[in-house]
């Protein structure tokens, strides 16, 4: 799984939220909790957990004026692909699954500027498309929507109530600023975005954790956006709250706390979430519809894909409209494929489910793709029927004829705990296994018929393309392989009059066209990112932390004295001193002579290299001004007569005749520890 923390790094998070705790620090310590959690999970649980920490700033610059606007849409389509917008030094950590430089990063947060949320989102979901089409290939387009493959995402969105009132866009003049009342979020310009017409993908899931008081009102769009994007939206009040919430999003307790969400654990769920659509009329109104989470990992199968919502013959233009337009003709004949706004996917793929009592046997040992669901109202209805009832699923415009088209599955309930799941067999998969039937099993004929090898011909002819091979892997799985008649199939052609193997070509050679580009724009991406934070890094001193920004306090000395820090990093080290006390009175006068009256914050660091890198400096405490720190050998304390821990009553009881030397504590002897 993919986890993400983005966190708002504008200047009203430096509001205290919890006591003397601001809401910058509550995220903070909600990411640190919830890697408390994640630790204590085997490395063979989390070996496939990614980790990534975004922020927020944006500062425009002073000389342009800002005016307040207010835009009223969630997302917007990018009109052309372009390539991917550069990425600012929002994008802290990329995937990782080293999560001590994230914690790193995340510590050293500061929230110093105005926050660009669309933007970031924008920029986010890019990568993570550029990471589906490049590396994981789980984003082709026009073969239908495999479960398996999907690494599922889960971004923990950290802000405040007033997030959306501080977003800050560019206009579109030059010395323009505008400030949005809601969160805009631009369409992605990466290659194949023109595949979907949302930026998000149907595996990913938002979580808002918004960090505000009680009495305060929460902004409506962000319940929205976080139902939209398959998630919810959590109000945190205070640190204790924020605990709670991440030790039941992480299934660290199983008590349900009045008023702090999530009631159950959400971290581990790895799914894909359909739209359903229940018994539409003769308009196509539906009488109801959902929302499924499909349970589906990276690791499930792809046997059989759900299918799209158009014919892919229909884009499939001539070579000679595609040379005219600069296209090119692509290998061979058949013209070359094209999407247009027409074929665009929604993030969520919408299912036609018919409530209709049907019964489909499965034809023995044929590959199948069973999918689990989380609870919901469809499967409640369907647990209350009688065992072995079936609804036919299907998708609106998958066929070459106007309409539902054929089924590609069905809705059953499980033969053991009462389970919902979703059958995903081939497309008209009824008319295969009568196919089957007649030529498998005991009374199977010795030489197959040409009547049936034309019915499975013109069988073959009605799916959609991208269905010819795994039908014919399924077929070869259950060694039926004599059944499939290659030498005809390649010779028949589709409903469009285009032939079958001809068009699969087409559209492989669009994906992996979409593929090396989304890899090239992936590794600009990833270097830009990288040149970002070196040249950052290249800013802070020597001794400062992995991923803290230049101009904290780590950094910020002067020559001459200044800070506490710095005055006892030149001076103080370098003295002869026999105590604490010395200490303290030569860091007064060092002081009382610089003119400097302020102390040092209490995290402010001490310029010296003890502390390893990547990790936080120490701390100007009196353990850190040991004596030992100062270059001079600890004095040796008297060593401690033993004494007998006889308040164990386990010695006394268990063990009468065992004296137990301990050295400290009286009440805790060798076996209690």
């Known amino acids: 799984m993919i986890y993400v923390f983005l966190v708002d790094t504008s200047v009203s998070m430096n509001v205290p939220l919890s006591g003397r705790l601001t809401a910058l620090e509550v995220a903070k310590a909600g990411i640190d909790q919830f890697f408390k959690w994640e630790l204590r999970k085997t490395e063979y649980e989390r070996r496939n957990n990614k980790y990534m920490l975004v922020t927020t700033p944006s500062r425009p610059p002073a000389s342009r004026s800002a005016h307040v606007v207010a835009h009223v849409v969630a997302y917007v389509v990018a009109p052309a692909r372009r390539s991917p917008r550069p990425p600012r030094l929002h994008v802290q950590t990329l995937l ?120 305060m009102p929460v902004h409506p769009q962000l319940e929205w956006l976080s139902l939209n994007l398959g998630g919810q939206f959590w109000r945190i009040g205070s640190m204790r709250s924020m605990q709670w919430c991440m030790e039941s999003c992480m299934g660290a307790t199983s008590t349900v706390r009045p008023g702090v969400l999530p009631t159950h654990a959400v971290s581990h769920i790895e799914g894909v979430r359909v739209r359903v659509h229940i018994d539409p009329d003769e308009t196509g109104a539906p009488q109801a519809t959902d929302e499924l989470l499909l349970y589906a990992s990276a690791t499930s199968s792809r046997t059989f894909p759900i299918p799209e919502a158009y014919w892919p013959e229909r884009y499939l233009t001539n070579t000679a409209d595609a040379a005219a337009s600069g296209g090119g003709g692509g290998s061979g004949s058949g013209g070359v494929f094209r999407l247009d706004e027409t074929a665009q996917r929604d993030a969520y793929p919408t299912l036609t489910l018919f409530r209709r009592e049907q019964y489909y046997p499965l034809f023995e040992g044929f590959p199948v793709d069973r999918v689990g669901m989380l609870p919901n109202a469809v499967s409640a209805e369907l647990a209350k029927l009688p065992a072995g009832v079936c609804w036919p699923v299907y998708v609106q415009g998958s066929s070459f004829k106007p309409g539902y088209g054929e089924p590609f599955g069905f809705l059953k309930q499980g033969s053991t705990n009462g389970s919902v799941y979703l059958y995903i067999l081939p497309y008209k998969f009824p008319t295969l296994f009568k196919l089957l039937t007649a030529v498998v099993g005991p009374k199977a004929p010795i030489r197959l018929p040409d009547k049936w090898t034309q019915s499975f011909l013109a069988y073959v002819a009605s799916l959609p393309c991208y269905y010819v091979q795994p039908l014919r892997n399924a077929l070869a799985a259950m060694k039926l392989g004599h059944l499939w008649p290659t030498d005809a199939v390649r010779g028949i052609d589709g409903p469009a009059g285009v032939p079958v193997y001809k068009t699969l070509a087409r559209i492989t050679e669009y994906g992996e066209r979409v593929a090396r580009m989304a890899s090239v724009e992936l590794d600009k991406f990833v270097a830009t990112v990288q040149a970002h934070q070196a040249a950052a890094a290249a800013k802070k001193p020597a001794g400062g932390p992995s991923g803290a920004p230049s101009g904290g306090p780590s950094g910020s000395g002067t020559s001459g004295g200044g800070t506490l820090a710095a005055l006892v990093g030149d001076n103080v080290f370098k003295m002869s001193v026999d105590s604490m006390a010395d200490v303290v009175a030569a860091a007064r006068r060092l002081v009382t002579t610089t003119g400097s009256a302020a102390l040092p914050p209490a995290t402010a660091a001490l310029p010296d290299d003890s502390h390893a890198p990547g990790t936080a400096p120490r701390r100007l405490t009196a353990r850190r001004l040991s004596q030992s720190d100062l270059g001079k050998p600890p004095t040796p304390s008297p060593p401690a007569w033993p004494r007998v821990g006889i308040s164990c009553w386990r010695t006394l009881l268990l063990t009468p005749t065992l004296i137990a030397w301990t050295y400290g504590r009286t009440d805790s002897c060798i076996r209690c520890r």
């Open 96 to 215: 990782t699954t080293d999560h001590q430089t994230l914690l790193a990063h995340a510590r050293s947060l500061q929230a110093l500027d105005l926050s660009n949320v669309g933007t970031v989102f924008a920029a986010l979901f890019e990568y993570l498309s550029l990471v589906r089409c490049a590396r994981t290939r789980a984003d082709a387009p026009a073969i239908g929507r495999f479960m398996g493959g999907h690494e599922s995402t889960l971004i923990f969105w950290f802000m405040d109530a007033s997030a959306p009132a501080c977003s800050v866009v560019p206009g579109t003049d030059a010395d323009d600023v505008s400030v949005t009342q809601t969160v805009n979020i631009p369409g992605l310009r990466m290659p194949g975005s023109e595949v979907y017409r949302q930026p998000f993908r149907w595996e990913q899931r938002l979580y808002t954790i918004g960090l505000m008081p009680d009495h």
